[in-house]
């Protein structure tokens, strides 16, 4: 395998090699490549479509943070990377970490690799790649727990995005292509992206309490031009945020958005509607909001929106009754098309109270975790009308196809996301298309391991020539 390891990663399907006589050749990788040009036909190359090996590693995140990356060889090799979240919440599948303060501050993942080399690899040799939910089946039974805290969901995780990247590869498809078939997906189409460009939350040391204003183009033609808008959006805001606050103000977090000192939620709108109508987008970019409500949830019940400052005076301690109302004022102030986490993820009622009260996107995040279980309790309680889809909350390609499925049967939303710790992998951006989930939320169009995403999302749209857009259908593709 040593031979193909610093060969270009993340192959979602092979580009055909140019003429050669060699095998190894035949086996470069392409940089981010998720669509095939014109493949030879199958009578002449036949491709293989059992592992032959996997090999893990640990390697950085975006955070600075060990991550789990993954290479699997059939008759080529197919690498992906583990994305890692900084508000993660409490259901979600179980993030194995190795917890020795004295080596990455507890962060390493030797023994979620370990897993994957020792245990897992050496089961799926000769697994056939293109049937993602049995090897995915073979991995759940081989950790046996309902949180995969045996092996790790990093460790299970990264094998499963490999073998959907081979799966690709063996039926000579584009990851996306590959994606729709296993999910039943009927027609591909290109979705909004989500911008978040101000940070507050966990993710600022502002006094934000809410953690993500976005901005969603459904107004623009195409994917090319939504991402257009938000560029020319993003830098606009950048010009009001550093002649208001200053030059400091104006440095990124962890997602590529800006992080000023803004002093409530409401200062943050503003700026955003400010940014949106001098770029010449009113109307035609909405706005979204990640509220991560969890974070400020406290132990009498209430949300205290001056969380970051302990101890505080109370004075902004809310009621979940007060709250849906700062709630119901936002949308009817701004163009706000969607709300994530508005609520604590044990907060049933008031999430029912909400979603009964607004005709927006609630979107689950804590709430749902990816997880077919919770998207079915809340289906059940009317709770929220769209699921946040994170694959690491969940750990495996074909459950979180199954929680897209889920989600849509019942009329919802689907918004396919990435983590605050993420890597140059862009699997997610072949899924959202393959699922047509029609919204992606991968952070502002700064940083790279966020445009190669955006990126990945321009390269299909142009191979696919006449797609939909999902445009203000962003919630019903």
């Known amino acids: 395998m040593s031979k193909f390891l610093l060969q270009q990663p993340f192959l979602s399907s092979p580009l055909p090699a140019a003429a050669s006589s060699t095998r190894h050749t035949r086996r470069s990788l392409s940089i981010n490549a998720s669509v095939a040009a014109a493949a030879p036909t199958p009578n002449k190359i036949s491709k293989d479509h059992t592992v032959k090996s996997i090999k893990a590693r640990q390697i950085i995140d975006s955070r600075g943070n060990p ?33 020795d303060k004295s080596v990455y501050g507890g962060k390493s993942v030797v023994k979620a690799v370990k897993n994957i080399n020792e245990v897992l690899a050496p089961k799926l040799i ?43 590869g063996a039926k000579r498809l584009p990851l996306y292509k590959h994606i729709q078939e296993i999910s039943g997906t009927k027609e591909l189409v290109m979705p ?15 006094n934000l309490a809410m953690q993500e204003f976005m901005i969603l183009p459904v107004g623009a033609s195409s994917f090319t031009e939504a991402l257009r808008m938000g560029c020319e959006v993003y830098h606009i805001l950048k010009g009001i945020i550093k002649a ?9 977090g962890d997602e590529g958005g800006f992080a000023p000192n803004v002093q409530d939620n409401r200062e943050g709108l503003l700026l955003l509607m400010d940014a949106i109508e001098k770029a010449g987008y009113t109307g035609k970019i909405k706005i979204g909001m990640d509220v991560a409500a969890s974070e400020f949830y406290t132990k009498d019940g ?10 505080n005076d109370g004075s902004h301690v809310h009621t979940a009754q ?34 009964s009260s607004v005709d927006i996107q609630l979107v689950g995040d804590d709430l749902l975790v990816t997880n077919p279980k919770r998207i079915s309790e809340a289906i059940h309680k009317k709770a929220c009308n769209a699921l946040l889809l994170k694959v690491n909350q969940i750990g495996t390609v074909t459950e979180s196809i199954r929680a897209a499925l889920d989600s849509k049967a019942a009329g919802w939303g689907v918004m396919v996301s990435h983590r605050s710790g993420e890597t140059e992998d862009n699997f997610i951006a072949d899924l959202s298309v393959g ?28 191979e696919l020539g006449n797609v939909r857009y999902a445009g203000e259908a962003f919630r019903s593709t």
């Open 67 to 99: 991550t789990v990356e993954v290479d699997l060889i059939t008759d080529d090799l197919y690498r992906s990377a583990v994305p890692s979240g900084a508000s993660t919440g409490i259901y979600e599948a179980l993030e194995l970490r190795d917890g």
């Open 126 to 168: 000769g697994v056939d790649v293109r049937d993602q939910a049995e090897v995915d089946a073979i991995m759940l039974e081989l950790d046996g727990t309902l949180n995969k805290s045996k092996f790790g969901a990093n460790a299970i995780l990264g094998v499963s995005l490999s073998v959907c990247r081979a799966g690709a």
């Open 192 to 206: 909004v992206p989500a911008f978040n460009v101000i940070n507050g939350g966990s993710h600022a040391g502002n």
């Open 244 to 252: 208001k606050y200053g030059q400091d103000a104006c440095n990124v």
């Open 302 to 311: 209430k949300y205290d929106l001056n969380f970051k400052k302990q101890p």
């Open 322 to 355: 007060n709250l849906c109302e700062l709630y119901k004022e936002f949308v009817r102030d701004f163009p706000i098309v969607s709300i994530e986490d508005p609520f604590d993820q044990d907060d049933w009622s008031s999430w029912a109270a909400l979603r």
């Open 435 to 462: 699922l047509a989930s029609g919204q992606i939320k991968t952070g502002a169009p700064c940083r790279s391991e966020r445009l190669a995403k955006y990126n990945q999302l321009l390269r299909i749209e142009e």
